[in-house]
């Protein structure tokens, strides 16, 4: 039966607020390097002084998936709550204008919480150290998730990052719920080695029952698995779902489906930074598989988006991605 939309997403509903900086700036602001760090209004405001001239661009993991996925004209929608403040209006503005269908109720202006935004410091080799204020996003509640919207996706793209959140858990239950039950399929990505550690039972049983096609890069992915050896980590993730794309920064991207596995070197650019390179590399995936395309295409295809996004600053695809997979010979 055919389904209104190839991929509906889930996640954090974030505004990225970009700047370049040397690595002097993190150890004097007690910045950890190359991670995502979850801080508060306070911890928020207080770097947005130090930082200096940056540049807000709407982000979220998922969102920025989708976002690419639109932009390569895959039918999609998004899930991810904002406030009804300047921060939400620029995210709602920038995935519809994507091509995507958002609908997720705003929250009112006076509500206690802040859009969600996210700090994001870009070291001089591309490097990103993520501080990020989930605001809204946080409370995403069973109630936010349609379940006809759901049971209408072929595939729903659960953000690891999301399970940061009181309700969280049970809102992806739902989803998945809803999907399965009409015969739709599961996509999680985990995020972040330190998620992981915060959730790797949670993320485990998910992976175990649900998720048709598990999204890591091999730090995560051997956090998963609480090994030292990548092979081993890729093995345990093949047992427990169909599909595993586990990506290796500049060695490239591996895409496996049971006994089939497609390796893709990374694609030559200049890393300008690194910020949604995973995201864009699920994007790539994603349409690959949504249009039936062979498995070296569906990676190789990830590795062109993920290429494009690293080569500028934010987490949106900037050139024209359906050219570029013409040019690489993928379409």
């Known amino acids: 039966m055919s389904k209104t939309y190839q991929v509906v997403g889930i996640g954090n509903s974030i505004v990225d607020v970009l700047a370049h900086i040397d690595d002097t700036f993190l150890a004097e602001n007690g910045v950890e390097r190359g991670i995502m760090q979850l801080i508060d209004t306070a911890r928020s405001a207080e770097l947005y002084a130090a930082m200096g001239p940056a540049t807000e661009i709407s982000g979220g993991s998922a969102a920025n998936t989708i976002a690419g996925l639109a932009a390569l004209g895959a039918r999609t929608a998004y899930v991810g709550k ?34 969600g935004r996210s700090m994001i410091l870009v070291s001089p080799d591309g490097e990103r150290s993520m501080n990020t204020y989930l605001g809204w996003s946080e409370f995403l509640t069973p109630d936010d998730i349609d379940v006809d919207l759901m049971a209408d996706a072929e595939w729903i793209y659960l953000e690891g990052y999301r399970f940061d959140g009181p309700d969280s858990h049970a809102a992806f239950a739902k989803a998945i719920r809803a999907c399965r039950g009409a015969a739709g399929r599961v996509a999680l990505t985990l995020s972040d080695p330190f998620c992981v550690e915060r959730h790797r039972d949670a993320f485990l049983a998910m992976i175990r029952a649900d998720v048709d096609l598990l999204f890591a890069n091999q730090h995560e992915l051997m956090a998963l698995y609480q090994t030292d050896s990548l092979e081993d980590a890729i093995q345990a993730a093949r047992a427990d779902c169909a599909y595993v794309a586990c990506t290796q920064g500049a060695k490239g991207a591996t895409l496996m489906n049971g006994d089939e596995r497609e390796h893709c070197d990374a694609i030559e650019t200049q890393v300008v930074d690194a910020t949604g390179a995973g995201d864009l590399f699920a994007s790539g995936v994603m349409f690959g598989l949504t249009t039936n395309q062979p498995l070296a295409t569906c990676v190789a295809m990830g590795c062109v988006a993920a290429a494009e996004v690293i080569s500028h600053i934010g987490a949106r695809p900037q050139e024209d991605l359906t050219a570029l997979f013409r040019k690489h010979g993928l379409l």
Do not use: M
């Not at 403040?85 to 204008?97: K, M, V």
């Open 82 to 115: 904002v406030k009804d403040d300047q921060l939400g209006a620029i995210f709602a503005h920038d995935i519809r204008a994507q091509g995507a269908d958002y609908e997720t109720a705003l929250a009112p202006a006076d509500a206690e919480h802040e859009t």
